[in-house]
């Protein structure tokens, strides 16, 4: 009985060395040059070349391979962004034949490029709320262009990413829509750019206190001389730079008429949340992330830097 469990725990050694063999054999052959720009784009969500651009900006962010058939750098990030791009379990990203590998190495290439995205000079790279007069200006005259709308620069609102039931702190996460997940609140302008947004926050917190305590109310509030607006909807405050809907207005009065531009306009960060998800799949509702909400709170900064290079 003995000698038979060992001939069984040596065969199943052995097949687990050649799976491993044969995904690093099928690793080893790939040529990203080779995928079609169509499926390439459809997989991972980005161009080849900005793929090439990603690169050069979290490559050096990566650990280096610490042996030498470690996994390549390249190979790391296509496999994190083809699981921000599906929302797949891990293990079927791994199945990926672009890019074989066990569930365990899957997760390990997805925590080492979250947290290269989530770089603090990468986060001020790519999302980045207008910080002088004329960088202001301009998005002002673009949301004026668009929509004859003035002194605008920005469309805010929260939305939430389902995430797992937590182990720790639940009733932080449990939102009024009965799921757990983190409440994001994104600023963007009028070209759906993502400029500010804060996931740190569980489903529980109202969408007007996560703008009570961020950075950017005061910096608004700071500004001297200079009229700027964001636009939110009825659950924030009106206060002097946040303009939102008037309550019972008249229809065709000028509270009316108000309220209609200032929706039309708002619906801006509607598209933008709905871009945002329909490109990176995890942070769809029905995906649900299946982490503690610090790793999910990453992930959602990861993919809002992703979708600023598109």
Known sequence: MATRQL???????????????????????????????LEFVGNYRLSRELFEELCQ?????????????GIEPTLKILTALNFYARGSYQGSVGQNMDGPMAQQTVSRCLQEVTTALNAPHILRKHIRFPQNRNERNLIKQKFYDKYGLPAVVGCIDCSHVAIVRPSEHEGRYFNRKHFHSINTQVICDSDLLITNVDASYGGATHDAYIWRECEIRNHLEGLQDETVYLLGDSGYALREHMMTPVDNAVENSPEGRYNYL???VRCTIERTFGV???????LLAARELHYCPETAGKII??????????
Do not use: F, M
Request: net charge positive; aromatic share 2%; hydrophobic share 35%.
């Open 7 to 37: 001939l069984i725990a040596a065969a199943l050694r052995e097949e687990r060395l050649e799976r491993r063999r044969n995904r690093r054999r099928l690793r080893n052959q790939l040529n990203i040059s080779n995928i079609p720009d």
């Open 57 to 69: 900006d979290i490559v050096p962010l990566l650990p280096p391979k610490g042996r030498q058939h």
């Open 262 to 264: 200032q929706k039309r």
């Open 276 to 282: 945002l998800k329909g490109r990176w799949r995890c």
């Open 301 to 310: 900064l990861a993919c809002c830097v992703l979708q600023t290079c598109v």
